[in-house]
């Protein structure tokens, strides 16, 4: 019923920026919160930022004032703009969706920040 792809990762040096897009298909986009889980090796998977359909937005502490989540429901595409990027951030990034019953995730984007 949903797809989600995720574009725009790849290698930024310290201090960079990337903007991370998830495009959405399905035709119940608009009633689903979306949120930016990512992964680093040997970690568990974490919520980075996550925003409802009303627009409200959430950020974990490491990305606060660094990170921004947006959405557009015209597009049906969520972005991830991330700042002043750190070798901390270097992870597969998912794009996720909380759909009625389960989650939808997409495949993942690599960003990797070298030291």
């Known amino acids: 019923q949903v797809q989600l792809v995720e574009s725009g990762g790849g290698l930024v040096q310290a201090g960079g920026s990337l903007r991370l897009s998830c495009a959405a298909s399905?035709?119940?986009?608009?009633?689903?919160?979306m949120g930016w889980y990512r992964q680093a090796p040997g970690k568990q998977r974490e919520l980075v930022a996550s925003i409802t359909s009303g627009g409200s937005t959430n950020y974990t502490d490491s990305v606060k004032g660094r990170f921004t989540i947006s959405r557009d429901f015209a597009k049906n595409t969520v972005y991830l703009q991330m700042n002043s990027l750190k070798p901390e951030d270097t992870a597969v990034y998912y794009c996720?969706?909380?759909?009625?019953?389960?989650?939808?995730w997409g495949k993942g984007t690599l960003v990797t920040v070298p030291s």
């Open positions: 996720n969706a909380r759909g009625r019953l389960i989650d939808y």
């Open positions: 399905g035709t119940i986009f608009r009633f689903y919160a």
